[in-house]
């Protein structure tokens, strides 16, 4: 059974940054490409960045330039660091395999983005 557990979530100030961090557990991390996921209040869950096996990065329009996945595969954990965040950023961020394995969504990080 493959374990997600994300941190790292908060509030912060418009233009802040924020670094979450996704420990996996339970599957041979190495093998799988990594997303960063969010669901904003009364929206659906959004892909917003994929990272390969291999190092190779995929943004959402409306991250890109400001968010940078990365993974460290000795220590089975994937990372998102925020820049310039804006009000619209604020949702549940949740990481999964990509494609999601919909037995594996953890409880997510909040991230609240307000003056």
């Known amino acids: 059974q493959v374990q997600l557990v994300e941190s790292g979530g908060g509030l912060v100030q418009p233009g802040g940054s924020l670094r979450l961090s996704c420990a996996v557990s339970?599957?041979?991390?190495?093998?799988?490409?990594m997303g960063w996921y969010r669901r904003a209040p009364g929206k659906q869950r959004e892909l917003v960045a994929v990272?390969?096996?291999?190092?190779?990065?995929n943004y959402a329009d409306s991250v890109k330039g400001r968010f940078t996945i990365s993974r460290d595969n000795a220590k089975n954990t994937v990372y998102l660091q925020m820049n310039s965040l804006k009000p619209e950023d604020t949702a549940v961020y949740y990481c999964?395999?990509?494609?999601?394995?919909?037995?594996?969504w953890g409880q997510g990080t909040q991230v609240t983005v307000s003056s």
């Open positions: 339970g599957s041979i991390f190495s093998i799988y490409a």
């Open positions: 990272i390969t096996p291999d190092g190779s990065t």
């Open positions: 999964n395999a990509a494609p999601p394995s919909a037995k594996s």
